[in-house]
């Protein structure tokens, strides 16, 4: 009977699961793209009111988003407010309120898979990998025609995503399209990479 073990692969490759991501990601052939309904016309609303010590923190994280090279000033006459929601750590996420965008993106309609047969298809595999993308969504760069659409506005400024920001309809979906079925599940966002051999993983 094979056993089940868990080996953090992660510790034996650091140069493969860094800490932090070093940057803007290379051009791929995948980017991000927001399709607009027929008629769609940019949408931009008054900043969210902030208590003083979320102006600290995003201020903070602001800046953090420029040096990755991950938002860029902006003069897009889009502009969703911004918002931070408390983690479990009691730490801040910088989210952007894009349910108006989201309300005119046509969406992908990717249906939710059944589990059973999400079982099926791991008949024969001995190989697993779950994979938590940490910072997933900057990994992959938004196209060049789209960018403007991902405009924020803050109290400090108008800044805009060159890489797939949270919170937008259709980008859980970009990541592992054509891979779906063939060696990766993805539910919701637990993703799971499976093979029939050591080798093939």
Known sequence: VPSIHDQPIVFEFPDVFPDE?????????VEFNIELIPGAEPISKAPY?????????????LQELLEQ???????????APVLF??????????????????????RNRYPLPRIDNLLDQLQGAMHFSKIDLRSGYHQLRVREQDIDKTAFRTCYSHYEFLVMPFGLTNAPAVFFH????????????????????????
């Open 85 to 106: 929601v408390r983690k479990k750590d009691g730490s801040m996420r910088l989210c952007i309120d894009y349910h108006e965008l989201n309300k005119i993106t046509i």
């Open 69 to 79: 090279g991950f938002i860029r000033p902006s003069v897009s006459p889009w502009g």
């Open 21 to 29: 991501l070093p940057g803007i990601p290379p051009v791929r052939e």
């Open 49 to 61: 009111r902030m208590a003083p010590i979320e102006l600290k923190e995003l201020k903070d994280q």
């Open 178 to 201: 054509e891979f779906l079925d063939k060696f990766v599940i993805v539910f919701i966002d637990d993703i799971l990479v499976f093979s029939k051999s050591k080798e093939e993983h």
